[in-house]
């Protein structure tokens, strides 16, 4: 396998730039999400820009305790995203701070 940039203008790194796009969901407590979004959106933009994934948050369903976050691209740009989310929410579970 041979990573290459595949899109020089979105910092995506991916395995083949022609993978299928698919789709992955998370459910992520209403409590942790802003640590997600960030102030004005910057963390979300960022890990969209890093990942290279399309990243969609659900607005907060009436009486639920999870918002539905859901993921779209290559396998190698979800799985990325999805590291770099769990990277987020394990640094503020932790106490650790902003990364």
Do not use: F
């Amino acid at each position: 396998m041979e990573l290459k940039n595949c899109n020089e203008d979105s910092g995506s790194w991916g395995m083949d730039a022609n993978s299928p796009a698919s789709t992955h969901e998370l459910a992520i407590p209403n409590d942790l999400i802003g640590c997600i979004i960030g102030r004005q959106g910057s963390k979300i933009n960022e890990i969209r820009q890093m990942s290279g994934a399309q990243i969609k948050i659900a607005n907060a369903a009436e009486g639920s305790t999870e918002r539905q976050i859901t993921i779209t691209g290559s396998p190698a740009n979800i799985s990325l995203a999805q590291y770099l989310i769990n990277a987020r929410l394990t640094s503020e579970v932790s106490g650790m701070g902003p990364l």
